[in-house]
Nanobody, 122 residues
Framework: QVQLVESGGGLVQAGGSLRLSCTAS????????MGWFRQAPGKEREFVAA????????DFADSVKGRFTISRDNAKKSVFLQMNSLKPEDTAVYYC???????????????WGQGTQVTVSS
């Protein structure tokens, strides 16, 4: 069984930055692809970013390209989401996810964290 724990969320002003972390336990982390998703109130959960098992491939939603970066440290079983130039529309609960398949679809991922709140004030 895999457990994912996110951290790093909080309240930030527009234009600011936050770095989210997600740490896994319970399985060999380095064999799996990782993703970040977010869900705003009243909206469906949406893809934000993904990184493959080696870190060689990354993908981003159009809405965050050029502002967010994703990285991983397999030795620490962790994945990170660096969020810069934050906007009020980035406000959401952010979830990390682990899966066998790589990509931007929710059903690519088999395990999910509990989420961390990011609030961007205008």
């Amino acid at each position: 069984q895999v457990q994912l724990v996110e951290s790093g969320g909080g309240l930030v002003q527009a234009g600011g930055s936050l770095r989210l972390s997600c740490t896994a336990s319970g399985r060999t982390f380095s064999s799996y692809n990782m993703g970040w998703f977010r869900q705003a109130p009243g909206k469906e959960r949406e893809f934000v970013a993904a990184i493959n098992w080696s870190g060689a491939n990354t993908d981003f939603a159009d809405s965050v390209k050029g502002r967010f970066t994703i990285s991983r440290d397999n030795a620490k079983k962790s994945v990170f989401l660096q969020m810069n130039s934050l906007k009020p529309e980035d406000t959401a609960v952010y979830y990390c996810a682990l899966g066998y398949r790589y990509g931007d679809q929710l059903n690519n991922y088999d395990y999910w964290g509990q989420g961390t709140q990011v609030t961007v004030s205008s």
